[in-house]
């Protein structure tokens, strides 16, 4: 049964930093893409992160702030996000994609099979 526990949400101040982790169990993770996605208040879940064999992928409005990594030795995902907004206030879920195909889209939620129960991220001004 894989099982995905996001862990390190909390408060912080406007221009702060936060890393968020995703412990994963139940199966080997190596070689599957991971992902983070954000839902903010009142909005859909998007797309923020994901780390692929093709590499590492951002949403425009992350990337330079934020850097997607991996512990594969432990099956930890990370996320660590700098230069933290009120924009970036959400529950943040980690998911992680199992099925195998080609062609496809990292960036779109329908992808993943297996997603976490998320964690509060609140930047307060």
């Known amino acids: 049964q894989v099982q995905l526990v996001e862990s390190g949400g909390g408060l912080v101040q406007t221009g702060g930093s936060l890393r968020l982790a995703c412990a994963a169990s139940?199966?080997?993770?190596?070689?599957?893409?991971m992902g983070w996605f954000r839902q903010g208040p009142g909005e859909e879940r998007q797309f923020v992160a994901a780390?692929?064999?093709?590499?590492?992928f951002y949403s425009p409005s992350v990337r330079h702030r934020y850097t997607i990594s991996r512990d594969h030795a432990k099956d930890i995902l990370y996320l660590q996000m700098n230069s933290l907004n009120s924009e970036d206030t959400g529950v943040y879920y980690c998911?992680?994609?199992?099925?195998?195909?080609?062609?496809?889209?990292?960036?779109?939620?329908?992808?993943?099979?297996?997603w976490g129960q998320g964690t509060q991220v609140t930047v307060s001004s």
């Open positions: 998911a992680v994609r199992t099925r195998y195909s080609v062609n496809y889209d990292v960036t779109r939620e329908g992808e993943y099979d297996y």
């Open positions: 139940g199966r080997t993770f190596s070689g599957l893409d």
């Open positions: 780390s692929t064999n093709a590499g590492t």
